[in-house]
């Protein structure tokens, strides 16, 4: 099987971490990149979807946003009862697990095209959307149990005005309205560099996931099962999500990988606001040293060679 190219970027950065190396991307250089993907995937999303009604577009949308409800409901059950979780720990981690990795769905995205598989380039409009069921079914569970009491104006500041949705929204937007005759003065710094700049960001999430291995040990058994199994049941609601959706098989794999991620940027803002007394050093754990190298190591390649025949 030939090894995607963007995959062994992120193994380098796995590499330098684990032997100590002091490769590390300056902190402004990594936010510019992470600002840079969210924009340049608003836009291309944005271009496809100039070219589709967008009522036929949100009528897909449906189930993949059901999904967003779905994962955290399912998730909550299973940190109860089986991992025995406190309220507040099950209710951040399942809206972790509802809502979506940006990372990880460029990732699939580059790895699909590294293949030539076709897909609906507008799948940029799922991502935002599906940032936010997960965080209100979060909120819902904890204050059901009458814990949480954070919120407010500060809450829906980072549910609806956090850099991910703005960004990526406002991607869409410009690329809506501006049309591909619009970007096309912008496109050699938006669509030609993005697999490089992708490349150039998994190296810093690769050692950035490794950095994190130590902590593994405070999570227990339960929790890295739980990181390691949860994608792959998140995928195959993504995939039954995408398959109602009427998307193509390179669409379906996409939706099941962001039903196979868990959120590191918005969600996690959003539960420290709305659920202070949860330990949310375990969430970002399980997203970024088990979830996500899980998804680009083996469940991305996994996903395509199922839903992608």
Known sequence: MNLDIIILFFALGVFA?????????????????????????????????????????????????????????LCY????????????????????????????????????????????????VFVVLLEMPAIGVGIWLARRAGVGQGGGASLAHEVFLN????LMGGGLLIGTVAGPAGVEPVAPLFMDLFKGVLALFLVEMGIIAASRLRELRALGVFLLGFGTLMPLAG?????????LAGLSPGGVM????????????????????????????????????????????????????????
């Open 254 to 309: 996409i939706v099941a990988t962001l039903g196979a991620s868990a959120s590191y940027i918005a969600v996690p803002a959003a539960m420290r606001i709305a659920i202070p007394e949860a330990r949310h050093h375990l969430s970002i754990t399980l997203s970024l040293a088990i979830t996500f190298p899980f998804n680009v190591l083996i469940g991305i390649p996994l996903y395509t060679s199922v839903l992608v025949r």
């Open 77 to 124: 059950p299973v940190l109860r009862r089986l991992g025995r979780l406190p309220v507040t720990d099950s209710a951040s981690i399942a809206a972790h697990y509802g809502s979506v990795s940006v990372a990880t769905f460029a990732v699939g995205i580059a790895h699909l095209d590294s293949l030539g598989i076709a897909y609906e380039a507008y799948l940029p």
């Open 17 to 73: 971490a684990l032997v100590r190396s002091d490769l590390r991307l300056p902190p402004g250089l990594y936010e510019t990149l992470t600002l840079y993907l969210l924009l340049a995937l608003g836009l291309k999303g944005g271009v496809e979807l100039a070219r589709f009604p967008l009522g036929e577009v949100l009528l897909q949308a449906i189930p993949v946003v059901a999904m967003g409800v779905v994962l955290p409901l």
């Open 235 to 243: 995928a195959a609601v993504g995939a039954l999500a995408g398959t």
């Open 163 to 166: 850099k991910g949705i703005l």
